[in-house]
C-alpha cells in the first residue's frame, strides 16, 4: 500500500516549520543569502529558550539593516560600526535582559574595530554575531577588510593585493585574546550538519549572558553570491575552498 | 533636602545629574570638562541611586552607548568638550533622527582643531544648527552660572522628553572651572523599569505580547514617509519656539541700547551695562537661556525700542547671526567678540558699543 | 523494520529558487521547477516525493524559511 504524500502533510507529522518569532514579512536579501538562516536560527533560539520578552537586538549598518522587520523583538538600529557601543548601553541599563548585537564585516572589523575590541574587552554580557562574507554587500561588492589575498571586490578589481590594500583581518581570532570573551567560535551555515552547529552554538551564546559569563562572539563564515558573482551553490563550494583555509571553523575559546 | 555647596561648575553637573535621578553617563576625558566624570565616579552613585557610570573607549563610543540607553526609555547623558563633541555628531543625527531624549553637556574649548583649553563660545553655530547631517536640531540650554549649570541638568531632561529630542547644556571653560556657591536639590528617586515601560510605550523594554515590537531606528527608505517624518520633526521645532524659549532681560525697560549675550559673555555683559549706564548710556542686556529655541520674538520685540544692538561672543560672529535674522534690519546689529580662549573684559565690551553706536 | 517516509511542502510565493535545499538533500528529491512564482523565481518542489526522509536538511539551510516538513513511521509491506 502506497504512503500518497498528502497522507504525510498532516499536523501530526509536522517534523519543521518556520518558527513564529519570524514575521511574515519576506526577506529583501538576495537568493541563498547566509543571513536569512542566520536570522532564522537567531529566532528559532530566542524561541526555543522563551526569551522573546526578555531580548532586545541592536542591527547595524550592512545587508543586514532591515533585521529588525523579521523578529518578533524589540530591536534598536545602531549607527555604522557603532552596535557593540549600543548594545553596551542597553546592557549596562538593562542587565537583566538578553542582548545581542548582528553585524557584518565591514560594520564590525573596519568602522567599528574599536567599538568591537573595547566591548569585547570589557566584557560585555552580550552576543556578538559576526558575519563575514569578505565583502561589502549594500554598496555593491566593494572590498572588506576580510576580503582574501587576491579576491576580487569592485575597489580591488584584480584582486586584493596587500602590498598595497593590507592583509585580511581576523577579528575574531583577536577578540578570542582579549579576557573578556567567554566564548568565541566561528561557525558556517552552508549545509545542514554546519546550521546544527551553529545553533547550538547561538544557544550557547544566549545561555552564557544567563550565567553572567562576559561577551560570546560568533562569526559566521558566509557567502554573498551577488557580491561574489557565482550562484549560491558555486557560493558554497567557493567559500569552502578559498575562506575556510583563512577563516578555519570551530570554537577558537571557551571557558 | 536641598543642600548649599561651593562647587566647580563641572562638579555641580555630576551632583545635579545623581540627584535627579540620571539612569546612565557615559563619557570620556577631554579638559575642560574632566571633573564630570571624575566626580561621578567618586561619589559611586551605582551603589545609592543605581546610576551607571561607564568610561568608554571614545566620544563615539559615548554617544552610542547613550543611543542604546535612551532607546530603553532610560535618561542618559555624557559631557564632553568641542573636539570631542564633533566626533559625537554622528550619533546625535541618529539620536534625533530615531527621537530620542538625551542630554549632552558640552564645556566650550576654543576651536578650530585641537585649539585651547581656554574658554570660548565658538561651538556656538554647531549646537544651534543640529551639528550633524541632515534636518534636525537640539535643545540648546546656555547656563551663566555654577547654579544653572546644576539646575540645567532637570530642564535640559524635562525638555528632551517633551519632545522625545536630544537637549545640549552649553558651556564653556570659564563656567565649568569656576567656582560658585550652589543650592543643590534633594535626591529623586530613578524611575522603575515598570514606569518606562508605562510611560515611554516606544522604548525598548522587551516585546511583550500585549504589544507590537518596539523598533528605535532613523532610517526609513521610502521617500514620502521620510518627508513626513521630517515635517513631523519639525513641527516640533515650531512648537519649542511657542512653549519653551526661555531668555531673562536685565535693564531692558528704557534701554537704547541693547548687548545680547549668553552664557559666561553674559555675566561680563552685565557689568558692561552697569558701566555703560554710569556713563549715562541706556544700555540693556538680553540673555537668551535658551540658544535653541532662541528668543527671537523677544528680539524682534526690543527692536522697535532700541537703537542699536550688539551681540558680545566669545566667538568670530556666530550669534550675531541669529540676532540678526531675529530683527531682520529693524535696527542696526553689530558684533563683537574675542577668539582662541581670550575673555574680553567689560570694558571692551563699553568701548565696542561707543565705536559701533556712538562714535562718528 | 520500520521505514521513514517524509514530505515537504515549499512556500512556493517566498521562495526564490536558490538552490541550496536540491544541494542539502541526502535523497535526490527537489528540483527547481520550470515555472516560476510572482517574482520570477523557479520555486522548488519535490520531484521525486517517494524518496524524502524528512529529514529537514533543506528546511535548515534554506535561508528563507519557506519549507515545511513533515515524517512519518511506516511498517515495512511484508
Known amino acids: 500500500m502506497a504512503l500518497e504524500v498528502k497522507d504525510i502533510i498532516k499536523p501530526e507529522n509536522l517534523v519543521y516549520a518556520k518558527t513564529k518569532l519570524l514575521t511574515e514579512r519576506m526577506l529583501h536579501y538576495c537568493p541563498g543569502c547566509t543571513h536569512g538562516v542566520v536570522n532564522k536560527l537567531i529566532a528559532e533560539v530566542i524561541d526555543e529558550l522563551n526569551i522573546q520578552e526578555d531580548t532586545i537586538g541592536v542591527t547595524p549598518v550592512g545587508c543586514s539593516v532591515l533585521l529588525y522587520n523579521y523578529i518578533e523583538i524589540d530591536w534598536h538600529e545602531a549607527a555604522h560600526g557603532r552596535a557593540p557601543a549600543v548594545g553596551t548601553g542597553i546592557k549596562r541599563l538593562r542587565p537583566e535582559k538578553y542582548v545581542f548585537t548582528y553585524q557584518g564585516d565591514g560594520d564590525l572589523a573596519a568602522i567599528g574595530t574599536a567599538e568591537t575590541i573595547h566591548a569585547c574587552n570589557r566584557g560585555e554580557n552580550m552576543l556578538m554575531v559576526f558575519i563575514n562574507n569578505g565583502i561589502y554587500g549594500m554598496t555593491g561588492g566593494q572590498m572588506a577588510p576580510t576580503t582574501l589575498e587576491g579576491m576580487k571586490a569592485s575597489t580591488c578589481p584584480f584582486g586584493r593585493d596587500v602590498e598595497h590594500d593590507g592583509n585580511p583581518l581576523n577579528m575574531t581570532s583577536i577578540v578570542a585574546t582579549l579576557p573578556g570573551t567567554c566564548y568565541v567560535t566561528r561557525q558556517a551555515a552552508h549545509t545542514a550538519p554546519a546550521v546544527r552547529k551553529l545553533k547550538k552554538a547561538l544557544r550557547k551564546a544566549f545561555e552564557n549572558q544567563k550565567d553572567k559569563k562576559g561577551t560570546s562572539f560568533i562569526e559566521v563564515v558566509a557567502t554573498c553570491s551577488s557580491g561574489w558573482k557565482m550562484n549560491p551553490v558555486q557560493s558554497n563550494k567557493w567559500m569552502e575552498a578559498n575562506m575556510f583555509p583563512i577563516y578555519p571553523l570551530g570554537d577558537i575559546k571557551d571557558v | ?360 | ?78
Not at chain 2, 108 to 121: D, E, F, H, K, M
Open chain 3, 1 to 78: 523494520m520500520a521505514k521513514v517516509r517524509g514530505a515537504i511542502v515549499v512556500d512556493t510565493v517566498t521562495c526564490k529558487g536558490c538552490s541550496l535545499c536540491v544541494e542539502s538533500c541526502p535523497t535526490d528529491v527537489i528540483r527547481l521547477a520550470a515555472e516560476v512564482n510572482a517574482k520570477g523565481y523557479n520555486y522548488a518542489y519535490m520531484e521525486n516525493p517517494e524518496a524524502c526522509i524528512g529529514c529537514a536538511n533543506c528546511a535548515m539551510v534554506c535561508p528563507d524559511s519557506c519549507i515545511t516538513v513533515y515524517k512519518v513511521k511506516v511498517a515495512e509491506a511484508v
Open chain 2, 1 to 360: 533636602m536641598s543642600e548649599l555647596r561651593l562647587m566647580k561648575g563641572n562638579e555641580a553637573i555630576a551632583e545635579a545629574a545623581i540627584r535627579y535621578g540620571v539612569d546612565g553617563y557615559f563619557g570620556y576625558p577631554i579638559t575642560p570638562q574632566s571633573e564630570v566624570m571624575e566626580t561621578l565616579m567618586d561619589l559611586r552613585p551605582w551603589e545609592s541611586t543605581g546610576m551607571v557610570v561607564l568610561q568608554a573607549e571614545s566620544e563615539i563610543a559615548s554617544i552610542n552607548m547613550m543611543y542604546g540607553g535612551a532607546g530603553c526609555g532610560k535618561k542618559v547623558m555624557t559631557s564632553s568638550s568641542s573636539p570631542g563633541i564633533s566626533l559625537m555628531q554622528e550619533g546625535l543625527s541618529y539620536l534625533a533622527g530615531a527621537e530620542l531624549p538625551c542630554v549632552v553637556v558640552n564645556v566650550v574649548r576654543g576651536g578650530p582643531g585641537l585649539g585651547t583649553i581656554q574658554p570660548a563660545q565658538s561651538d556656538y553655530a554647531q549646537a544651534v544648527n543640529g551639528g550633524g547631517h541632515g534636518d534636525y536640531n537640539l535643545i540648546v540650554l546656555a547656563p551663566s552660572s555654577v547654579q544653572e549649570m546644576a539646575d540645567f541638568v532637570e530642564l535640559a531632561f524635562e525638555l528632551a522628553f517633551k519632545y522625545r529630542n536630544p537637549a545640549m547644556i552649553l558651556s564653556d571653560g570659564m563656567i565649568g572651572q569656576m567656582m560658585e556657591k550652589v543650592e543643590l536639590k534633594p535626591q529623586k528617586t530613578r524611575m522603575s523599569n515598570e514606569e518606562i515601560a508605562e510611560k515611554y510605550p516606544w522604548a525598548t523594554t522587551g516585546k511583550p505580547s500585549s504589544r507590537e515590537r518596539n523598533i528605535i531606528t532613523s532610517v526609513e527608505l521610502d521617500p514620502y514617509a521620510f518627508e513626513r517624518f521630517n515635517n513631523k520633526v519639525q513641527a516640533k521645532y515650531k512648537q519649542m519656539h511657542k512653549e519653551d524659549v526661555r531668555f531673562e532681560q536685565f535693564q531692558c525697560e528704557d534701554a537704547e541700547y541693547l548687548l545680547v549675550a549668553y552664557g559666561s559673555s553674559a555675566r561680563i555683559c552685565q557689568k558692561s551695562v552697569q558701566l555703560l549706564r554710569e556713563k549715562g548710556i541706556k544700555a540693556g542686556l538680553l540673555r537668551p537661556i535658551t540658544l535653541f529655541p532662541f528668543p527671537g520674538v523677544e528680539l524682534e520685540k526690543l527692536a522697535g525700542q532700541v537703537k542699536g544692538m550688539l551681540a558680545v561672543e566669545l566667538s568670530a560672529g556666530q550669534l550675531v547671526r541669529d540676532v540678526r535674522l531675529a530683527v531682520n534690519g529693524k535696527v542696526p546689529v553689530e558684533h563683537f567678540g574675542r577668539m582662541g580662549g581670550v575673555i574680553h573684559s567689560p570694558e571692551e565690551v563699553v568701548e565696542a558699543l561707543e565705536k559701533n553706536f556712538l562714535k562718528g
